[in-house]
């Protein structure tokens, strides 16, 4: 675990809301000069705390209006292997995510979809036909709340 100061903390709270803030801006906000915060974020990212700046897209605003979480759990653990799954899944553009869980899953996707009609296809003719799945549950999302996580 990296030790962190109040101004690191402050640091990631600020990258957190919006990871697009110039170094100059992030030390005005936080009171230390641009070429402090810059030395900051780079021992953030040198020590494996800041993990790159990601784009969120909106995908609704993309055409694709419904978001269904999938539980995953394979037929035959022993006869495929989990990485030929993994990268099968992986291949199917509407598979945001690929989470392996422990539980009564084996594996947990976000999956996104035109609507409803769009993902009944992508269910049955990409992922019901992957190498060894078994039972499958679908949680489609109503909303999404972001939250910036442990911070401290």
Request: charged share 30%; aromatic share 4%.
């Amino acid at each position: 675990m990296t030790d962190l100061d109040d101004l690191d903390r402050a640091l990631l709270r600020a990258l957190a809301q919006d990871a697009t803030q110039s170094a100059g801006a992030l030390g005005r906000a936080l009171g230390l000069s641009q070429p402090a915060a810059w030395r900051r974020i780079r021992k953030l990212e040198a020590a494996g705390v800041l993990r790159g700046r990601r784009l969120r897209l909106n995908a609704e605003k993309l055409g694709f209006g419904v978001t269904v979480f999938l539980g995953i759990k394979l037929a035959t653990k022993g006869r495929v292997s989990l990485e030929d799954f993994e990268r099968a899944v992986s291949a199917i553009p509407e598979v945001q995510r690929v989470e392996h869980v422990l539980g009564l899953y084996d594996y947990r996707l976000r999956v996104v979809a035109r609507d409803l009609p769009d993902f009944e296809r992508v269910l049955r003719r990409r992922i019901m036909t992957l190498p060894g799945v078994g039972e499958v549950e679908a949680n489609v999302l109503l909303s999404e709340e972001r939250r910036l996580g442990p911070i401290g």
